[in-house]
T-cell receptor, first 113, second 109 residues
């Protein structure tokens, strides 16, 4: 069966510090991968998605970047965090053959102080 | 940007009551998903509807996809406290998913 992991679960970082959040998927190959940010009790904002290694599409201009160094690894980064980067970050995967379902990781709660 | 509006945004009901949550858009989607999310956790997929007019049932939950594939509804019969959570709809087009604004449901025992 497929599983998706995210770490860390929670993170408190000062303004101006760098960020690296990691997401890995097991049990599937060539997944589509996604990074979302969620404000409290609200819907999800798509940040980045990737259909393959090194292929990243950005949905929203921002202080963040994403990379996909391996087939099942997706990394969200920032060189200098802003207060507005605080939020709940979710990684998700979907199949690469037109499957309609997305499966989410447990999320990372980021607080920028 | 393809927007999905959910209504109501917040809903607080007594155990045993029925409720309906709506998900509306002006865009056509190839499929639509419903998710349920607990605080501090990732959303969990409940159902996917693909065909216009399709109806799916999951125990006390009934999901319907609009004939034009632009909207959907979620009906819960005899709500229970365990149904409490954030309900999210998401429309799929190609490799992208567009999430609704969310409905926060609280079922009071």
């Amino acid at each position: 069966s497929q599983t998706i992991h995210q770490w860390p679960a929670t993170l408190v970082q000062p303004v101006g510090s760098p960020l690296s959040l990691e997401c890995t998927v097991e049990g599937t190959s060539n997944p589509n991968l996604y990074w979302y940010r969620q404000a409290a009790g609200r819907g999800l904002q798509l940040l980045f998605y990737s259909v393959g290694i090194g292929q990243i599409s950005s949905e929203v201009p921002q202080n963040l970047s994403a990379s996909r160094p391996q087939d099942r690894q997706f990394i969200l980064s920032s060189k200098k965090l802003l207060l507005s980067d605080s939020g709940f970050y979710l990684c998700a995967w979907s199949g690469d053959r037109g499957q309609h379902e997305q499966y989410f990781g447990p999320g990372t709660r980021l607080t920028v102080t | 940007t393809q927007l999905l509006e959910q209504s109501p945004q917040f809903l607080s009901i007594q155990e045993g009551e029925n409720l309906t949550v709506y998900c509306n858009s002006s865009s056509v989607f190839s499929s639509l998903q419903w998710y349920r999310q607990e605080p501090g956790e990732g959303p969990v997929l409940l159902v996917t509807v693909v065909t216009g007019g399709e109806v799916k049932k999951l125990k006390r939950l009934t999901f319907q996809f609009g004939d034009a594939r632009k909207d959907s509804s979620l009906h819960i019969t005899a709500a229970q406290p365990g149904d409490t959570g954030l309900y999210l709809c998401a429309g799929a087009t190609g490799n992208q998913f567009y999430f609704g604004t969310g409905t926060s449901l609280t079922v009071i025992p």
